[in-house]
């Protein structure tokens, strides 16, 4: 079993649609990130959470430390949306990122 | 603008040949690490740096070997490059422990 799992692994909505991406993991974290992979392969860090909620702009993440899982939420999504987005935790034995495989959002106009 | 710089971004190579992948960031961040990607697969951690001077393996290290140069550049070395090399290389850096990431834009390795 990974000890970080995402859901759904492929997600297609349509423009101005809810989106909820979820992560759960089985280790013991500091903190757990949501990462953003556009086509053309480019990371960007969206979050850091360690406890309760992060909003920015249309994302809102949240975390649930006793229940081990994290939700990332998309507002009113829009096509420019579309990438994969990871989430990954502070969790290894040498205090480095283990990551889930990646949910692949597709948001068509 | 500051960040991760990786060179090269794209790279064939034959089986055998050696090279070397390139970081450096401008933000004076204190560890850096190098991921390989592949299909269906999470990121893994190829080596890591915790600070300048220091380098430690991560899951994947066997093929690899990396150096530390100065804090601001952290080097991945494929000596004897093997087919199952072939995937994305990420570096990224943070300033450290309950700080956020920046990846660098990736290198895409294709070894023949």
């Known amino acids: 079993k990974n000890e970080v799992e995402q859901s759904p692994q492929n997600l297609t909505a349509q423009e101005g649609e809810f989106i909820t991406i979820n992560c759960s993991y089985s280790?013991?974290?500091?903190?757990l990130h949501w990462l953003q992979q556009h086509p053309g392969g480019g990371i960007v860090s969206l979050f850091m959470l360690s406890s309760g909620k992060k909003k920015h702009g249309r994302l809102i993440a949240t975390i649930n430390i006793q229940e081990k899982h994290s939700s990332l939420h998309i507002t009113a999504s829009h096509p420019r949306d579309s990438a994969v987005y990871i989430c990954a935790v502070n969790g290894g034995s040498q205090g480095n990122l283990i990551f889930g495989k990646g949910t692949k959002l597709s948001v068509k106009p | 603008n500051a960040g991760v710089t990786q060179t090269p971004k794209f790279q064939v190579l034959k089986t055998g040949q050696s090279m070397t992948l390139q970081c450096a960031q401008d933000m004076n961040h204190n560890s850096m690490y190098w991921y390989r990607q592949d299909p269906g697969m999470g990121l893994r951690l190829i080596y890591y740096s915790a600070s300048e001077g220091t380098t430690d393996k991560g899951e994947v290290p066997n093929g690899y070997n990396v150096s530390r140069l100065n804090k601001r550049e952290f080097s991945l070395r494929l000596e004897s490059a093997a087919p199952s090399q072939t995937s994305v290389y990420f570096c990224a850096s943070k300033i450290g422990v309950n700080y956020g990431y920046t990846f660098g834009s990736g290198t895409r390795l294709t070894v023949v």
């Open positions: 280790v013991g974290i500091s903190a």
